[in-house]
């Protein structure tokens, strides 16, 4: 389990979320948020393991908590010294999502571009290709382990030109256990278009693809991506691929008062 990414304190934490996924896949309230250790129901995995996360990383990722707790988390959190930073939810259900973004596929790619294959070896070439197109994008990347699959169910998808350069990306996995009401709800995100190629719809189309995926491949229920309430050209393309923003529920992550954002 390896071809981490990023800075020495951002490999930390992916080794630290893969070497825990055993811990996590058996364990109420816990979920794989991979760049961290995470939570989907703070009060069943209970407050005194998130303190010892909080100690030990640093940081600790929240998903989908109903909005109605978010406040009561937050000031949980902030007695502590961390600041919660939070996105907005876009969810779909499989019929919506699937009808959506198979009509973005049926109109193609340009013609210099094509999809290339999944990537395999989590320390090849092809991965770290795209490890740094999605830093180059300002996504921080997962590990290479979690981009292919190795740490559990999981579709990265990608766009080349010609001659294999990669130009788009996108990665959906399953972050949920089975103790979790959203066992089957898959996370969609880390789209990543090169610079030069923007403006194309790459990054509509390679998240399309990635959400087909994960509704063929990983039998996923429903998909969800998060996004910033700032950040509408995102927000746009999510809309485009048939999601629509769930005020009801909120993700986050909780961070030292003083620290910069961990993402976008």
Known sequence: MTGYFGTPIQQRLQAQA??????????????QTGRTMGCDDPERLGWARIAEFLDRDGVCGFRLIPSSNADKLQSHLEAQGFRFDRWDVFLADRRSALAASEAILSHGLPDEFRELERPADPQGRDMARIQTLMNDAGVVPFSGSMLTGGVGPASTMTIGEKDGTVVAAAHGYLPHNSFSPYHQYAWGGLV??????????LGSYVNARMIVSVFRDLNATHVYELISPTNLPSRR???ACGLRHESELVCGIATPRQSPRLTR
């Open 237 to 239: 393309m999510m809309e």
């Open 18 to 31: 893969e070497a825990s996924a055993e811990f996590i896949n058996v364990t109420a309230g816990a979920c």
């Open 192 to 201: 990543a278009v090169a610079e030069a190629q923007r403006g194309k719809g």
